[in-house]
């Protein structure tokens, strides 16, 4: 079964500034699909952006950007230009290729911004 | 709107007793997904159906179970709740079984068992 890990549980970053979330995860695939999603306090979970395991290049989505180390099966999250409506808990998730597969999630991050 | 419908979005009830929870997925989507989340496990899958098969089950109890009706929406039924069945129960969906685009949640059921 793929595992997914999350450090730093909580983390505050000032209004405009960087953070970086860290996540690995382990498996034994060659072929996957990574994500984040974001959980606001609406509890709604929203998908940030997407990493497929056989591209090289890293996903881009506006200010959310991620470091995609397949070999150190390591997938964090970059935010940039943090804004208060980026206050949420963060979540990374897996999922392997073929039709009877499921996104496996992580514990989460919470990101506080602070103004 | 994401497009996934939950209903209830909230549900108080006693111990022992049961209660159903209802998706309606994305229009178009013909895969469904649920998902509990608790403080204590995360978030845990449940279940899958695609186009009204049941796909794939995870830590799912034998005290719930789910089904797909031909009109793609889908109910998890929950019975002699404990208080540990307290958690926030997402409804996901997805095009495809596997949903590698990622799949879109729903806004969630509140269940509080007391």
């Known amino acids: 079964a793929q595992t997914v890990t999350q450090s730093q549980p909580e983390m505050s970053v000032q209004e405009a500034e960087t953070v970086t979330l860290s996540c690995t995860y382990d498996?034994?695939?060659?072929?996957?699909?990574l994500f984040w999603y974001k959980q606001p306090p609406s509890r709604q979970m929203i998908l940030v952006i997407r990493?497929?395991?056989?591209?090289?290049q890293n996903a881009t989505e506006n200010r959310f950007s991620v470091n995609f180390q397949k070999a150190a099966k390591s997938f964090s999250l970059k935010i940039s230009d943090s804004q208060l409506g980026d206050t949420a808990m963060y979540f990374c998730?897996?999922?392997?290729?073929?039709?009877?597969?499921?996104?496996?999630f992580g514990k989460g991050n919470q990101v506080v911004v602070i103004p | 709107d994401s497009g996934v419908t939950q209903t209830p979005k909230h549900l108080i009830t006693a111990t022992g007793q049961r209660v159903t929870l209802r998706c309606s997925p994305r229009?178009?989507?013909?895969?469904v997904y649920w998902y509990q989340q608790s403080l204590d496990q995360g978030l845990q899958f449940l279940i899958q159906?695609?186009?009204?098969?049941?796909?794939a089950k995870g830590n799912i109890l034998e005290r719930f179970s789910a089904q797909q009706f031909p009109d793609l929406h889908s109910e998890l039924n929950l019975s002699s709740l404990e208080l540990g069945d307290s958690a926030l129960y997402f409804c996901?969906?997805?095009?495809?079984?596997?949903?590698?685009?990622?799949?879109?949640f729903g806004s969630g059921t509140r269940l509080t068992v007391v």
């Open positions: 990493q497929e395991a056989y591209k090289q």
């Open positions: 159906y695609y186009n009204g098969e049941e796909r």
């Open positions: 996901a969906s997805s095009l495809t079984s596997g949903g590698p685009y990622g799949y879109t």
């Open positions: 229009s178009g989507d013909l895969s």
């Open positions: 998730a897996f999922m392997t290729t073929g039709g009877n597969n499921r996104l496996a």
């Open positions: 498996t034994s695939e060659n072929n996957y699909y």
